[in-house]
């Protein structure tokens, strides 16, 4: 049995892993790339999943960095089954179209600029509706803890990874050459305790581990004291008369986030009179997802609801459907609390409350879900002064707020007595989904607390498992990037600017408006210099 890593691998997003065994080829998960131009540049070239030729997929949650290549894969030839829980099924269908209609208008977009400059308008979106829509007719829905059977000699069964709605830790039976083989796949283990979500399933037995590491490296604040701070951030803005701008993820994290205010109204910590924005249309759809599937939510939420108390509902909250409806929140000037996606800031109505607030002393943007490196998200979150929006810089006044205890990954400690469970003698573990620093500070742990071995793969890395629990390398990951050389290109600048330096009493000659011109050019390259400053 072979194992490809085509994703998720020293990274959080664009998670799947290609399995060949002697019967099938499938993979678990199928995640959009997400970052730098660099990462998302993976998107492009499927070559390595050869999507003709791909029998099933086993989709762990429906979030975009797990399912968002799914419509790549039918636009490519992929016509076999996709298997999901219930929920993820549902959520696919709103999470994919709004992923391709995003695709469409940036390559929209794209084109009008390219047309403006005189250029070629050539710029096509990863892929468009009509491959989203054709993905829907191929998922096959199964509950927690039901075995099924995707193809000959190979069985899977969901269990409840406490992640988001519908998510799941999926245990893989392989037959192979008369013995079977035991891989589980973490998915995203959710936080223990969080609102909404049951607490993850525990697995007590594999052959092999392949477990997500996200905050391998720290742990989250308490709930309770999310909560304050959450709190503090809404006092600081009411006070000064602004908005409480929060980037959330449509699906789980927005969820959470109403039900927080809703128990900060009961405690009276969030202003009656202070209105609560929920922009994002993607999200007004899960949410009445996440109604739909009540029975997949915790004891805690279920009794709430019985006893008529919904608690993704405020008495104070507008849902934001129409682009004009979204326009009109930054025309007020009243304090608000405005939720809108997406949650890493890199797409969606999310940008456009960032540009009307982040400058402002007296706001606060509130970060409750984790930030890929290179994701305008992150370089906030990493202290930036200005960041590039829509083409605009924008000045950074607003306080910021990281409130990790809100995120539905489990942190180190969780993640560790999760681990906790399993029979764990000769297992091989594999971290994935995770930034490298944060997988190999969790790899140490695992190795003296339980004294298992730990790999962390890498990106194109292939393996073959082996019986007794071993593996062996069969393609060695992708040779590391050549690192551009900066120093010749700085010398050139610096040679066209002394070059540039010695005709200034030659630009003083020329008429008005082309020294106008030309002073326009001057400020765009400053521009441009104090953002290479910002990225030191």
């Known amino acids: 049995m072979k194992?490809?890593?085509?994703?998720?691998?020293?990274?959080?997003?664009?998670?799947?892993?290609?399995?060949?065994?002697?019967?099938a080829r499938f993979a678990i998960d199928c995640?959009?790339?997400?970052?730098?131009?660099?990462?998302?540049?993976?998107?492009?070239?499927?070559?390595?999943?050869?999507?003709?030729h791909i029998d099933f997929f086993i989709i762990t949650h429906a979030h975009i960095d797990h399912s968002g290549l799914l419509p790549r894969m039918t636009q490519k030839g992929f016509k076999g089954s996709i298997y999901a829980t219930e929920p993820t099924g549902d959520l696919l269908n709103i999470l994919l179209l709004d992923s391709a209609h995003i695709q469409e208008v940036e390559a929209a977009g794209k084109n009008k600029r390219l047309l403006r400059t005189g250029m070629k308008a050539d710029a096509v979106p990863l892929y468009a509706t009509k491959d989203a829509e054709a993905v829907m007719?191929?998922?096959?829905?199964?509950?927690?803890?039901?075995?099924?059977?995707?193809?000959?000699?190979?069985?899977?069964?969901?269990?409840?990874?406490?992640?988001?709605?519908?998510a799941a830790i999926v245990e893989l039976f392989v037959e192979e050459?008369?013995?079977?083989?035991?891989?589980?796949?973490?998915?995203d283990i959710g936080r223990p305790n969080q609102l909404l979500m049951k607490d993850p399933s525990s697995v007590h037995q594999a052959d092999y581990l392949f477990m997500e590491s996200t905050y391998g490296n720290r742990?989250?604040?308490?709930?309770?004291?999310?909560?304050?701070?959450?709190?503090?951030a809404i006092s600081y803005s009411y006070s000064n008369g602004e908005k409480v701008v929060i980037p959330a993820f449509a699906v789980e994290r927005t969820q959470e986030i109403l039900y927080s205010l809703h128990l900060l109204l009961r405690g009276g910590k969030l202003p009656k009179d202070m209105p609560v924005y929920l922009d994002s249309p993607l999200a007004i759809k899960a949410t009445e997802i996440f109604r739909h599937h009540k029975s997949y939510l915790d004891s805690e939420t279920q009794i709430l609801i019985k006893a008529g108390e919904d608690p993704l509902l405020l008495p104070n909250l507008?849902?934001?459907?129409?682009?004009?409806?979204?326009?009109?929140?930054?025309?007020?000037?009243?304090?608000?609390?405005?939720?809108?996606?997406?949650?890493?800031?890199?797409?969606?109505?999310?940008k456009h409350h960032l540009r009307h607030n982040l400058w402002r002393p007296g706001a606060s943007i509130v970060f409750v879900g984790f930030q890929a490196e290179g994701t305008p998200g992150r370089k906030i979150v990493d202290g930036a002064k200005k960041i590039r929006i829509n083409n605009e810089d924008i000045a950074i006044a607003a306080k910021v707020f990281t409130i990790n205890g809100f995120s539905a990954h489990a942190g180190q400690d969780q993640l560790l007595n999760w681990l906790k469970n399993f029979q764990t003698g000769g297992m091989q573990v594999f971290l994935v989904h995770g930034e490298f620093s944060a997988q190999e500070h969790l790899a140490s742990l695992i190795r003296d607390k339980f004294g298992?071995?730990?790999?962390?793969?890498?990106?194109?890395?292939?393996?073959?498992?082996?019986?007794?629990?071993?593996?062996?390398?069969i393609k060695a990951p992708v040779a590391a990037e050549v690192q551009t050389n900066l120093s010749p290109l700085l010398a050139d600048l610096k040679t066209k600017l002394d070059d540039v330096s010695g005709k200034m009493e030659k630009f003083q000659s020329l008429s008005s408006s082309q020294q106008a011109e030309i002073a326009d050019l001057f400020r765009q390259a400053t521009l441009n210099i104090d953002r290479i400053k910002n990225r030191s």
Do not use: W
Not at 3 to 23: H, P
Not at 37 to 47: A, F, G, L, S, V
Not at 219 to 232: P, Q, R, V, Y
Not at 455 to 473: C, D, N, Q, S, V
């Open 137 to 166: 007719p191929l998922v096959k829905t199964r509950k927690y803890d039901e075995v099924f059977s995707p193809a000959p000699g190979i069985s899977a069964r969901f269990q409840d990874a406490g992640h988001i709605l519908g």
């Open 452 to 473: 298992l071995s730990v790999t962390i793969p890498e990106y194109l890395e292939e393996i073959r498992l082996k019986p007794g629990r071993h593996f062996e390398a």
């Open 318 to 350: 507008k849902m934001s459907t129409s682009t004009a409806d979204s326009i009109r929140i930054n025309e007020t000037r009243e304090p608000a609390i405005v939720i809108s996606a997406s949650g890493m800031c890199n797409a969606g109505r999310i």
């Open 31 to 52: 995640g959009m790339h997400q970052g730098s131009d660099q990462i998302e540049k993976r998107n492009m070239d499927i070559t390595p999943y050869d999507p003709a």
């Open 219 to 232: 742990n989250h604040k308490g709930e309770l004291e999310s909560l304050d701070e959450l709190a503090e």
């Open 3 to 23: 194992i490809k890593f085509l994703g998720a691998a020293r990274t959080v997003t664009g998670s799947c892993f290609v399995i060949e065994t002697d019967k």
């Open 177 to 187: 050459s008369g013995e079977t083989l035991k891989l589980v796949f973490s998915g």
